[in-house]
């Protein structure tokens, strides 16, 4: 025997558009699946009028809502400061990182260690980026605020234009 398969057709602008012959009683109708949106979770930001998303992953502490403020590169804030570990942080200005999103790279000590640190100095998020190539995830136990990690790539692009304003969430 024979199957036919066809396709439903790209007739229009709308959803659920299905032409001949895919309509035939003995075909089997294909389309495709995807809608050119961004199904990940992503970091939006503008620059000279024109709207970026980078992709995150989440961590243990997730955006429960869509945070918008100014991203601001640690490695900034001290002479040492760009792990944001305990020992890199001794020359920061307490309330340094108040209502920001912290900039963090991701290296030598822990994330907790990394998100907390972030908060004590009042953080309202923080991402942490890869210090190598590839994406990784985060164990974020013992810390609370909602994080999340991108590429090295992407981080290096945002750590350039900060301070910036951004949503994430």
Do not use: H
């Not at 024979?2 to 007739?11: D, K, L, M």
């Not at 640190?117 to 309202?124: K, P, R, S, T, Y």
């Amino acid at each position: 025997g024979v199957f036919v398969v066809a396709s439903a057709g790209n007739a229009g602008d709308s959803s659920y558009i299905v032409g001949a012959p895919s309509v035939s009683d003995s075909a089997l109708s294909v389309a495709a699946s995807t809608t050119g949106f961004s199904t990940s979770p992503y970091i939006e930001y503008e620059v000279d009028a024109k709207t970026y998303q980078i992709p995150y992953t989440t961590s243990y502490n997730p955006f429960t809502a869509t945070i918008t403020a100014d991203l601001v590169d640690v490695g900034t804030l001290g002479a040492d400061s760009t792990l944001f570990c305990d020992a890199n942080i001794n020359d920061v200005v307490a309330d340094a990182l108040y209502g920001k999103i912290a900039l963090i790279s991701r290296g030598v000590c822990s994330f907790a260690e990394k998100i907390n640190n972030a908060e004590d100095f009042g953080a309202v998020a923080a991402i942490i980026y890869n210090n190598t190539d590839g994406a990784f995830g985060m164990i974020t136990d013992g810390s609370t605020l909602p994080a999340g990690s991108i590429l090295k790539s992407d981080g290096l692009i945002l750590k350039g234009l900060a301070p910036l304003t951004v949503s994430v969430g």
